[in-house]
């Protein structure tokens, strides 16, 4: 039996709210301005002047729209084009490369939720009467959570595989761990996987605040988000998406492209505890690291970076360094870890893509980017965050970690690739 054909990111397309489409097309490197402004610390955190009762915390949020306020037309679709721009033409891809082989190229792109606008928008119609007109209908398709998927194979002629993974908050990272298996079983050679989110949508933040999702934060935007803090409360809404160009190593070199890393291996899986809340016996997420390791070859001892789920949430944190401590052992303690919600906010569905693209760049260019506001560490949450300013360090492999809602587990494995994309030499530096 041959062995599984290595799979590799050779394109990535990144918006945060670092990045503002409101502003044109602008696709010039989106994915590096969101990556300098995490490496220099800042945060893209701003408060929204939304209506709210007079003993409400304030709302804020992470918007890639400029004002946030994108309330009459359905803005997901604006973030997949401009992703998978920005990801094909990183990997050095046109539409004429891509046709001869359309029918081995996939899409995974989950939305977790489909298009909030659209949704809204059909429903305040519906209210008034006006069922039959070509809008409806047209709103109607866009609400689907298989929109993207269908959108982005649509627009590239794309006859491969298309699926649109739904596992809430942990989807990005879902749709990159099915991606890397369709290449791996040889149903395809290339695949546009990730995840893209626009909910900052009235109904949804006033969901998440009944939750006591939100953070109660009354003082600067920027310190709003406050990963592992004592003084955490709460994550802050994002928009933005990541879109990763996976393929096969061998036709990735052959056409004289160096990868940003290769997707080692990854795991799923489901804590089957409660709608919300997780289960509070870390051992369960443990499990789906551990299984992520071994699907990848990787020993524990040989992960230099994670990059975590960190909400900042109260409960949520602490399990997360419980099993990573329960995963890693000692060598926990020579991990560096970063939370990067503390910059971009929660991108929901789009966390895990976003995160994951990021973490890439981690591994790219030898530096952990800071969890911001991690001012007064909480004794529960022990691990090295980072904690302000990011630091230069080789990465070999790294960690990502994704939690949904629901119980939702994922957890995937990337390893540096022969050759530095970053410095174009054909050796990998060990700086």
């Given amino acids: 039996m041959e062995p599984s054909p290595a799979v590799v990111v050779t394109g990535i397309g990144l918006i945060t709210g670092f990045n503002d489409l409101d502003r044109g097309p602008g696709t010039r490197h989106r994915r590096e ?10 945060s893209a955190v701003r408060s929204l002047d939304w209506p709210r009762s007079r003993d409400e915390p304030r709302y804020f949020g992470c918007s890639a729209f400029g004002s946030g306020d994108s309330q009459h037309r359905e803005v997901i679709h604006d973030l997949i084009a401009a992703l998978a721009d920005e990801a094909f ?16 190229t996939a899409v995974l792109l989950g939305l977790s939720k489909g298009g909030v606008r659209s949704s809204r928008l059909l429903a305040e119609r519906l209210a008034v009467g006006s069922p039959d007109d070509e809008r409806t209908a047209q709103d109607w398709l866009a609400s689907w959570p298989s929109s993207g998927a269908m959108l982005l194979a649509r627009r590239r002629g794309l006859r491969g595989p298309c699926l649109a993974p739904i596992a809430a908050c942990a989807t990005g990272l ?10 791996r079983r040889g149903v395809c050679d290339r695949v546009i996987a990730g995840s893209a989110d626009a909910s900052l949508e009235p109904l949804f933040l006033a969901a998440f605040r009944k939750m006591k999702a939100l ?17 955490r409360s709460g994550f802050v809404v994002g928009e933005g998406g990541a879109l990763l160009v996976l393929e096969r190593e061998d036709l990735a070199r052959e056409r004289g492209v160096l990868p940003y890393a290769e997707v080692k291996g990854g795991a799923l899986g489901a804590d089957a505890y409660h709608e919300t809340d997780l289960n509070p016996d870390p051992r369960g997420f443990a499990d789906v690291i551990t299984r992520s390791l071994t699907d990848s070859g990787v020993d524990p001892s040989a992960i230099d970076h994670v990059n975590v789920h960190g909400t900042a949430t109260r409960s949520n944190d602490p399990l997360e360094c419980q099993a990573l401590r329960l995963v890693l052992g000692e060598h926990a303690e020579a991990v560096s870890c970063s939370a990067s919600k503390s910059q971009i906010g929660h991108l929901l569905g789009a966390a895990g893509a976003a995160e994951l693209a990021i973490t890439c760049l981690s591994i790219r260019d030898g530096f952990v980017p ?4 991690l001012d007064d560490p909480d004794p529960a949450c022990d691990l090295d965050g980072t904690p302000h300013v990011g630091r230069s360090r080789s990465i070999r492999n790294a960690l990502k970690l994704s939690i949904g809602f629901g119980g939702h587990l994922a957890a995937v494995v990337l ?16 700086a």
């Fill in 174 to 183: 879902v749709a990159v761990i099915q991606g890397a298996d369709l290449i």
């Fill in 370 to 373: 800071p969890t911001l506001n």
């Fill in 415 to 430: 390893a540096r690739p022969e050759g530095d994309r970053r410095l174009g030499v054909g050796m990998t530096s060990d």
């Fill in 215 to 231: 953070s109660r934060w009354e003082g600067d935007p920027q310190g709003a988000v406050r990963p592992w803090d004592r003084g």
């Fill in 33 to 42: 301005v969101t990556w300098e402004a995490l490496k220099a610390g800042r």
């Fill in 89 to 104: 033409e990183d990997a050095g891809l046109g539409s004429q490369e891509i046709e001869p082989a359309s029918d081995r």
